[in-house]
């Protein structure tokens, strides 16, 4: 049973405009999230995180959004670039029966082209 | 700082063949994981560690054995390696609940 979802298997955008990737979980003891890109034949790197206690979190071109009553939280890119083209992966940690393990959806592969 | 390093980064095994992947990290992190990639199926945890000495079953535990015999490594093993082990593992160390670094990666072919 999945406890962190990405409906979307992919994304397509053109260069410049907003990409919005969208992630759903359904453990209410997760209180930390984390998106991961990850290039073909290398690891995931970390992108960017939010905690339960603020609803957005920025860091230059990227923001994550977190809405805790719907479980539900998103990443966006402003302007998307050509070299953002990666598979992006949401996690999910919390304490209680959670505590230590990191949730994974399946991934949403973002395409930018020119 | 060479951070996470997964050892080997690839291997071909025959049905029925042992191996131990290992898992090297230098930033004094408690947390460790090994997680297996697969097509359309994201990342899923196989095992992981919160302390040298600990152990835990993650969501695919079946057909492999893990030990953290030191903080700094985390050691996953294949007794006897099946086809549907065919994957790419990655290994991934946290220093408590912030974010996790991933190693390079090993694919593993069993044939």
């Known amino acids: 049973d999945q406890q962190v979802k990405q409906n979307s298997p992919s994304l397509s955008v053109q260069e410049g405009r907003i990409s919005i990737l969208n992630c759903d979980y359904t453990n209410s003891m997760f209180d930390y999230f984390l998106w991961y890109k990850k290039y073909p034949a290398e690891g995931p790197t970390f992108l960017i995180s939010?905690?339960?206690?603020?609803d957005k979190n920025e860091d230059g071109r990227f923001t994550v959004f977190l809405n805790k009553s719907a479980k539900h939280l998103s990443l966006h890119i402003v302007p998307s670039q050509p070299g953002d083209s990666a598979v992006y992966f949401c996690?999910?940690?919390?304490?209680?029966?959670?505590?230590?393990?990191?949730?994974f959806g399946r991934g949403t592969q973002l395409t930018v082209w020119p | 700082n060479a951070g996470v390093t997964q050892t080997p980064k690839f291997r071909v095994l025959k049905t029925g063949q042992s191996m131990t992947l290992l898992c090297a990290q230098d930033?004094?992190?408690?947390?460790m994981y090994w997680y297996r990639q697969d097509p359309g199926m994201g990342l899923r945890l196989i095992h992981y560690?919160?302390?040298?000495?600990?152990?835990a079953k993650g969501e695919v535990p079946d057909g492999y054995n893990v030990s953290r015999l030191k903080k700094q490594n985390f050691l996953l093993g294949l007794e006897s390696a099946a086809p549907s082990q065919t994957s790419v593992y990655f290994c991934a160390s946290r220093l408590d609940r912030g974010k996790a670094f991933f190693g390079q990666g090993t694919r593993l072919t069993v044939v």
């Open positions: 560690s919160v302390g040298e000495g600990t152990t």
């Open positions: 939010i905690s339960s206690i603020k």
């Open positions: 996690a999910a940690s919390g304490g209680g029966s959670t505590l230590g393990r990191l949730y």
């Open positions: 930033m004094n992190h408690e947390y």
